[in-house]
């Protein structure tokens, strides 16, 4: 029995982590990209498993990128020590500062990014306080395109723009279409196999509030 359901299972592309059946991998950057910036996204357990995580595209379409799943990071205390880079967490708060204004410091930035939903982001800034003893970046207002979620969050956006967003500020030369590219398809899909029906009546106009 055991053979005949691990038969059934679909097949998954070992890049992407899509069923082979709807690979995302043509629409992700034929070489990475690489920044003066370095992201590590810390991934909640949860997300990790989530099939419609943003953000290991991040991983796949940029060199410097490094992404953990955990709840507590113990190398972090380490990553914070890199004397070549100014440190900032991308998580809002009443006093962040725009990546316009990071921009200014002539190091380059190393951004943590904890990834979740907001409660587990939360959570993960609660577990490793010294995130919360970091400069938080906010995000320019826009609208996101991970339209298949509801939030109460303001200005809520997926991992993947988050952090595209604040590069476009610090890499002029970083592609952000191509970047992005993964996420839109991955919209299409969805939306397609939902049926336009059924997703009007539960996203529709509204689907970030």
Not at 35 to 48: F, K
Not at 125 to 152: C, D, F, I, W
Not at 171 to 186: F, K, Y
Request: hydrophobic letters at 40%.
């Amino acid at each position: 029995m055991g053979h005949i359901l691990s038969a059934m299972k679909r097949s998954c592309c070992q890049r992407c982590q899509r069923p082979s059946s709807h690979c995302l991998c043509p629409w992700l950057p034929l070489q990475t990209q690489s920044t003066r910036s370095r992201v590590i996204i810390l991934q909640h357990p949860s997300e990790a498993k989530h099939p419609l995580n943003t953000a290991r595209f991040l991983a796949l379409g940029l060199t410097n990128c490094e992404l953990r799943v955990g709840e507590t990071f113990p190398e972090l205390e380490q990553w914070l020590s890199n004397p070549h880079y100014q440190n900032a967490v991308l998580f809002p708060h009443l006093n962040a500062v725009t990546a316009s204004a990071s921009a200014q410091c002539s190091q380059p930035l190393q951004l943590f990014v904890p990834d979740g939903t907001w409660r587990k982001a939360k959570l993960l800034m609660h577990l490793n306080p010294l995130l919360t003893e970091l400069p938080h970046l906010s995000l320019p207002q826009g609208k996101s395109a991970y339209v298949l979620r509801h939030s109460k969050v303001p200005n809520s956006h997926s991992t993947l723009e988050a952090v595209s967003a604040v590069l476009a500020t610090l890499e002029p030369t970083l592609d952000i279409p191509a970047l992005l590219a993964p996420l839109h398809r991955l919209m299409a899909d969805q939306r397609a196999a939902m049926g336009e029906k059924l997703y009007q009546q539960h996203y529709g106009e509204n689907a970030n509030e």
